[in-house]
Structures are given as C-alpha cells and as structure tokens.
C-alpha cells in the first residue's frame, strides 16, 4: 500500500520533514502547514520552491489539506461572506494542487450538531431540526468547481464537525450525487469520538467506491469526560482494529494513499519523537 505522513506532524520545515520521510522510505507527502502559513496561503515562488524540492527528493503529493469550511455553522448559507472566504480558499489551494501534481484537496464540515435524526418522539423533542439540510447546498459549490478544475475532493470525518462518521460522510455524497467528484477522507480515530466501530462498522460503509484517502493515528476517547488522549500508534483503543483494516483495504485492492497523522507527543511537545515512535508500527501493519 501507499504510505505517507502529514509533513507538519513532523515539522512545518518541509525540507527536514522530506528527510525525515527518507529514513522510514515514506514517499507520500500530505501538505497542511508548510513554514507558517497553511496551504492555499502560499505565494507562487514558495510553491514553486516546494514543488522542485518534493519532486527533487521523489516525493509525490497525496492530498493539500486545508481546513476549507471548518468552523462554519448551520447558520451559515451559500454565497454568504464566511462561506465565499472558504470558497475563495478552495480555488487558491486547488490552484496549488494543480502546480503540485496533487490529486485530492481535503474540505471539511460545518460545526456538529448533535442529534441529526430521531424516532419515537426523539423527532420532535430532539433533533436539531433543518441542520443536515444545510449541509448540501453548502457542498455543492465545492462539488461544482472541482469537477470544473478536474480534481476531486476528500471530506475528512471530524471530531466536532456535521461529518464525523463513516455513515454521514457517505450520506452527503449520495444526496450530492457527487461520488465521481467527492470521496470520503477516513479518519476512523476521529470517528471513535461518535463511538463509530472502525472495523467492519465503518469501513464497510465506504465500500463501493467512497474511500478516497486514509488518516490514521491512534487514541482513547472519553466521551462523557469530553477528553481526547492521543497516543502511540497501536496502543490506544483502534490498536486491535488495525490488522483487520489493513486486511480488507488489501482484499479490496485500495489504491490511495494511507497517511500517518502525527498528533501523538510523548509528553514534551516534540510531535517529531512521537512520529519516531509510531512510525514502525505502522509500517509493519500498513507497509
């Protein structure tokens, strides 16, 4: 399989972040952060700097991976001003991803509501009445430009936004009608936090067609607590899931790329030893 790593989950420094994946034979780069700007953010010469680096040093972009939509709400609408930055957004990084030979630009999700669907009363007393109608019409210019740019866009499961789960990432797509254009990006650590089972639970959702890039990492989640404790890859609460996963991403033939998402620190803030740390056991499951 594809393996690679979210460059700045080593370091925004591109250049030791690419040498860093040259000791683990990583060739996939994810771009989020690069120096201190974010992508999309980016002038011209920088890219054109990183994309002779990457390419000098046999590194193939994955995914650019900008937070595009994050923090909008329910309350927010097509074309308004929050909404036509994010946009605005989408078009720089898309132009970036077409300089960098990237295949996919990430998107995210509008803020989480909580109860999105209900029965036996729970429909009238609970729900947030409206809020997943929103979600489509706030997809669908995004949907539209990138089939304009041929490009297609990955929405990442998130912790806190409207998509965090395997079933509601494949539910917008359909009601988009987007799957040619718009894939899922899968981050099954994010889904724990909606108590989604990784395995077969949410993977089997994204059978057919819907996965188009993997994060993984490792956590333990306490939902009631409302804390998140990152920790090395294998020990926290997907650790046994990880096997069965890199199973069926093998029987179904997966061909995208699989990047470690290096959040976990070992207690000091230096997110290059946790990557250190995690690295080989993902390479033995996953490589």
Same mark, same amino acid.
């Given at each position: 399989?594809?393996?690679?790593?979210?460059?700045?989950?080593?370091?925004?420094?591109?250049?030791?972040?690419?040498?860093?994946?040259?000791?683990?034979?990583?060739?996939?780069?994810?771009?989020?952060?690069?120096?201190?700007?974010?992508?999309?953010?980016?002038?011209?010469?920088?890219?054109?700097?990183?994309?002779?680096?990457?390419?000098?040093?046999?590194?193939?972009?994955?995914?650019?991976?900008?937070?595009? /939509?994050?923090?909008?709400?329910?309350?927010?609408?097509? +074309?308004?001003?929050?909404?036509?930055?994010?946009?605005?957004?989408? &078009?720089?990084?898309?132009?970036?991803?077409?300089?960098?030979?990237?295949?996919?630009?990430?998107?995210?999700?509008? &803020? &989480?509501?909580?109860?999105?669907?209900?029965?036996?009363?729970?429909?009238?007393?609970?729900?947030?009445?409206?809020?997943?109608?929103?979600?489509?019409?706030?997809?669908?210019?995004?949907?539209?430009?990138?089939?304009?740019?041929?490009?297609?866009?990955?929405?990442?499961?998130?912790?806190?936004?409207?998509?965090?789960?395997?079933?509601?990432?494949?539910?917008?797509?359909?009601?988009?009608?987007?799957?040619?254009?718009?894939?899922?990006?899968?981050?099954?650590?994010?889904?724990?936090?909606?108590?989604?089972?990784?395995?077969?639970?949410?993977?089997?959702?994204?059978?057919?067609?819907?996965? +188009?890039?993997?994060?993984?990492?490792?956590?333990?989640?306490?939902?009631?607590?409302?804390?998140?404790?990152?920790?090395?890859?294998?020990?926290?609460?997907?650790?046994?899931?990880?096997?069965?996963?890199?199973?069926?991403?093998?029987?179904?033939?997966?061909? +995208?790329?699989?990047?470690?998402?290096?959040? /976990?620190?070992?207690?000091?803030?230096?997110?290059?030893?946790? /990557?250190?740390?995690?690295?080989?056991? /993902?390479?033995?499951?996953?490589?």
């Amino acid at each position: 399989m594809k393996l690679g790593v979210i460059c700045d989950g080593i370091s925004r420094d591109l250049n030791h972040a690419v040498t860093v994946m040259d000791e683990f034979g990583l060739d996939h780069a994810e771009l989020q952060f690069v120096g201190d700007k974010e992508v999309g953010d980016h002038p011209a010469e920088e890219i054109r700097r990183m994309d002779r680096l990457l390419r000098d040093r046999g590194k193939m972009v994955s995914c650019l991976s900008r937070h595009v /939509f994050a923090g909008l709400t329910t309350a927010n609408r097509p +074309g308004d001003a929050d909404h036509s930055r994010h946009m605005d957004a989408l &078009k720089r990084v898309i132009d970036m991803a077409h300089v960098l030979g990237a295949p996919l630009v990430r998107i995210m999700s509008q &803020k &989480k509501e909580q109860i999105l669907w209900g029965h036996n009363g729970a429909e009238t007393w609970n729900v947030a009445h409206g809020a997943w109608n929103t979600m489509a019409p706030m997809m669908a210019p995004a949907v539209d430009l990138a089939r304009a740019e041929g490009l297609t866009l990955v929405i990442e499961t998130g912790n806190g936004t409207m998509i965090n789960s395997s079933h509601t990432a494949r539910r917008l797509i359909d009601e988009l009608e987007a799957k040619d254009v718009l894939k899922v990006l899968w981050d099954p650590a994010n889904n724990c936090w909606c108590h989604e089972t990784a395995y077969p639970d949410g993977y089997d959702e994204l059978r057919g067609g819907y996965l +188009g890039h993997i994060h993984l990492k490792d956590v333990r989640v306490d939902t009631p607590r409302a804390t998140l404790t990152c920790t090395r890859f294998g020990d926290g609460q997907l650790g046994s899931f990880f096997e069965p996963i890199a199973r069926a991403l093998r029987r179904d033939d997966y061909r +995208g790329v699989i990047s470690l998402e290096s959040v /976990f620190h070992p207690g000091n803030g230096d997110f290059e030893a946790g /990557f250190r740390q995690s690295i080989r056991p /993902f390479r033995s499951i996953f490589g």
